[in-house]
């Protein structure tokens, strides 16, 4: 049996808390979002109706009491330094709070472009040790879930770790898809392999691997230590997945910290939520299911709140009300900006600053920031980018050899709009 959290452990938390630098890798194009990540990294994606991404992360970081935050930044982060800057800086730097960016400098001597996610901290290890943290914790910008890292950092400490990966349960079918662990029944990590091609199950259950979450807290001494170690190997590809975790698992303090212990559930809630919105269909499922009834993640928890930026929209509406066009939205989340003028929107998200014109119809769809859609269009089981602009009369959804040749279809049958595949079909 796999040992869980100790329980009333770490009453000096909060105070190591504050010794702690958070990393948050946000440099990545998650090129499996296809064109959604032509002119944005994945962190930056619009997500839920008025967040990004990385507001997940960076609302855990501020509400498990961590104040000092570095995001490290490289493909296309025009984007993503503009929603920090504008949403996050409320901290105060005179209390020692901070979220600095940190793009891709070439800062050591090779003068390389981060080659992985280890070499991205390690080409700002002066910054880091400016900050002299005894604890760093380095996350992934690009998931979507609620997480107290305090409790995280609470079993570090007691399981007196090196490091300490957070670990969740993957089906096996996915589970090349991360990095898979084999561990003992105190959690200690006996195995760890990058992206195996034939991941090992947990013993006893053949259909489900133990996954890393690319969540990892170090000591930061040994942090160091273990960078300066890796830059200097040729064969190394620099990775704390492929390559520094693994170098570390022999000596027995490699931890697994399971993510049903620091999940950050409300009463109603039936499962640890964490998604990687990696792929087209993953990040559609994700955002329609916010609309159901009682979905997955829990937006509205007033003691875990989502911080973001937020833009001064005036509250969404809905106009006309005869036999022939209604403006009515059902099943569906409607963010500020939005008009919906004699138009039916069904099961569908809209981000802000979405219009909706008369004899429209949407249905379980996701239409991000300053769409339009034109009169009598149909959109069914899509995805519209940013600052489309739909034909009027234009359907999708019914055809799927015709959207496949307009537009992207994924084999689940879900299109993806962009302007540019817009412009081809007027050319």
């Not at 109706?49 to 490290?72: A, E, M, P, W, Y």
């Not at 704390?240 to 490699?254: A, E, K, N, Y």
């Not at 009515?328 to 919906?340: F, N, Y």
Request: aromatic share 8%; glycine share 8%; with cysteine.
């Amino acid at each position: 049996m796999i040992q869980p959290l100790e329980k009333g452990f770490g009453s000096d938390i909060p105070q190591r808390l504050r010794k702690t630098l958070a990393l948050v890798l946000a440099g990545g194009r998650g090129s499996r979002l296809k064109a959604l990540t032509d002119w944005h990294a994945k962190p930056a994606i619009p997500f839920g109706g008025k967040f990004r991404i990385i507001d997940f992360t960076l609302s855990n970081c501020i509400n498990s009491g961590i104040r000092r935050i570095g995001v490290l930044t490289q493909y296309k982060a025009h984007s993503l330094i503009q929603h920090v800057q504008r949403g996050w800086g409320f901290l105060r730097g005179e209390f020692n709070e901070f979220i600095e960016l940190w793009p891709a400098q070439q800062r050591t001597d090779g003068e390389n472009w981060y080659r992985g996610t280890a070499d991205a901290v390690y080409q700002n290890l002066d910054i880091i040790r400016d900050h002299a943290p005894e604890y760093v914790l380095i996350l992934a910008g690009d998931h979507v879930y609620k997480m107290d890292y305090g409790k995280m950092l609470a079993d570090h400490v007691s399981r007196d770790a090196a490091v300490t990966v957070a670990c969740i349960e993957v089906p096996i079918a996915k589970a090349s898809d991360f990095g898979v662990m084999a561990i003992d029944e105190n959690r200690r990590v006996l195995r760890f392999d990058e992206k195996p091609l034939r991941p090992q199950p947990i013993p006893g259950r053949p259909d489900v691997a133990l996954a890393s979450m690319g969540i990892y807290i170090f000591n930061a001494e040994l942090l160091y230590d273990l960078l300066e170690t890796d830059a200097g190997l040729d064969m190394s590809q620099h990775d704390f997945g492929r390559d520094v975790i693994p170098s570390l698992v022999p000596t027995g303090r490699v931890v697994a910290h399971r993510f049903e212990d620091s999940c950050v559930m409300d009463g109603g809630a039936e499962e640890a939520y964490w998604r990687d919105v990696g792929t087209i269909d993953a990040y559609w499922e994700a955002n329609v299911d916010l609309c159901t009834v009682t979905p997955a993640l829990n937006m509205y928890d007033e003691n875990w709140p989502i911080w973001t930026d937020l833009k001064q929209n005036p509250p969404a509406k809905f106009v006309f009300d005869s036999d022939d066009r209604r403006g009515l939205a059902v099943d569906s989340l409607v963010s500020g900006g939005c008009i919906i003028s004699g138009a039916t929107v069904r099961r569908s998200l809209l981000f802000s600053d979405v219009r909706v014109n008369s004899f429209c119809a949407v249905e379980d769809s996701v239409l991000l920031p300053n769409v339009e859609l034109g009169r009598r269009s149909q959109i069914r089981r899509a995805i519209v980018d940013t600052g489309c602009s739909i034909p009027p009369e234009l359907v999708v959804g019914e055809d799927p050899e015709l959207d496949a040749r307009r537009f992207f279809r994924t084999e689940k049958g879900i299109t993806l709009i962009t302007r540019r595949m817009l412009e081809k079909l007027t050319v």
